[in-house]
């Protein structure tokens, strides 16, 4: 079993920052894809971005040159960095990684206020 421990939610204004993270119990190499994805409210789980291997990172669209996804491997921690931030972002963020199977975090909460 995989544990993933999101934080770094909360409240920011619009074009702020935040920067998540996902802390993993285990060897985050192990892992063949680590990445993100948000559910706003009343809104279907949507993909956010994703690395897959050695470092191949991916976007959605809608965050494309707003958000990086990065990993700190000695710290098997996954992180998000989010800058410049819309109201459309407020959500809550979910930590997941594909081994053998998904894990997912418990989500952390972002509200982008105007």
């Known amino acids: 079993q995989v544990q993933l421990v999101e934080s770094g939610g909360g409240l920011v204004q619009v074009g702020g920052s935040l920067t998540l993270s996902c802390a993993a119990s285990?060897?985050?190499?192990?892992?063949?894809?680590m990445g993100w994805y948000r559910q706003a409210p009343g809104k279907q789980r949507e993909w956010v971005a994703s690395i897959r291997g050695v470092d191949s990172r991916s976007y959605a669209d809608s965050v494309q040159g707003r958000f990086t996804i990065s990993r700190d491997n000695a710290k098997n921690t996954l992180y998000l960095q989010m800058n410049t931030l819309k109201l459309e972002d407020t959500g809550v963020y979910y930590c997941?990684?594909?081994?053998?199977?998904?894990?997912w975090g418990q989500g952390t909460q972002v509200t982008v206020s105007s």
């Open positions: 285990e060897n985050i190499l192990s892992f063949n894809v």
């Open positions: 997941y990684v594909y081994w053998f199977r998904s894990y």
